[in-house]
């Protein structure tokens, strides 16, 4: 399911905070199910969110165990995907050997040559690295960085993958910033900016009187009594 851009560029404006506040309003669920729960590192804190659809794909740094020519069929068969998925793409590339696998699955050329497929970035629980070649507006949640890009390979793609507790499907809708990832439900998606200045309206009422000082306010808000 495709939405337009125009409700994708809505989805973006807000970080990827806001997007879970408005979506546990939507869903008493989503706590359960709805966004990364474990840690994970941003390459560019200071870039937007962004809001694009799931590729996904499983790697390993390892040494593999078939042979070069499935490898390679495999490899281009995935590209061929990303390719001919529709976008804005977010790769979601679970790394088989995780955090504590030998080598980065990311770096500078898949970086840059994903962008040019349509990907806006990257989410994955393994490693990246070359961060200061990356393209510009490219980003990237991993775990960690690590120098070599060791025997990197192709085990999947196309299929459901987990990202620091997080299920995700290809065609999910995908919410991410420097705060983690979020899964926007297809059919939340369209309520969800407006759960969202819900949220803010009443977020920028306690944050202006904790602001200005105003502690008989700012307790009133929270229900408690002023001492």
Request: aromatic share 6%; glycine share 8%; hydrophobic share 45%.
């Amino acid at each position: 399911m495709h939405h337009p851009q125009s409700l994708l560029d809505e989805l973006a404006s807000f970080d990827t905070p806001t997007i879970c506040n408005a979506l546990e309003v939507l869903d008493d669920g989503f706590c359960d199910y709805g966004y990364t729960k474990e840690p994970l590192m941003c390459a560019f804190p200071d870039m937007a969110p962004m809001v694009g659809y799931a590729v996904t794909a499983m790697v390993a740094t390892s040494p593999p165990t078939e042979s070069a020519d499935v490898l390679n069929a495999r490899r281009g068969a995935y590209y061929a995907a990303v390719a001919a998925a529709d976008g804005p793409k977010i790769v979601v590339s679970q790394d088989v050997d995780g955090a504590r696998g030998p080598a980065a699955s990311w770096g500078e050329v898949m970086a840059h040559a994903h962008q040019t497929l349509g990907c806006l970035g990257v989410l994955t629980d393994g490693a990246i690295r070359d961060i200061a070649g990356m393209p510009a507006n490219f980003q990237f949640l991993a775990t960690c960085v690590k120098p070599s890009h060791g025997r990197l390979h192709w085990v999947d793609y196309g299929q459901a993958v987990t990202i620091a507790g997080l299920l995700i499907k290809p065609g999910d809708l995908i919410h991410m910033d420097c705060n983690g990832a979020a899964r926007i439900p297809h059919e939340l998606a369209a309520a969800t900016p407006d759960a969202a200045r819900g949220i803010q309206a009443k977020e920028e009422k306690i944050l202006n009187a904790a602001k200005a000082g105003d502690k008989a306010q700012l307790l009133k808000m929270f229900g408690a009594e002023n001492p």
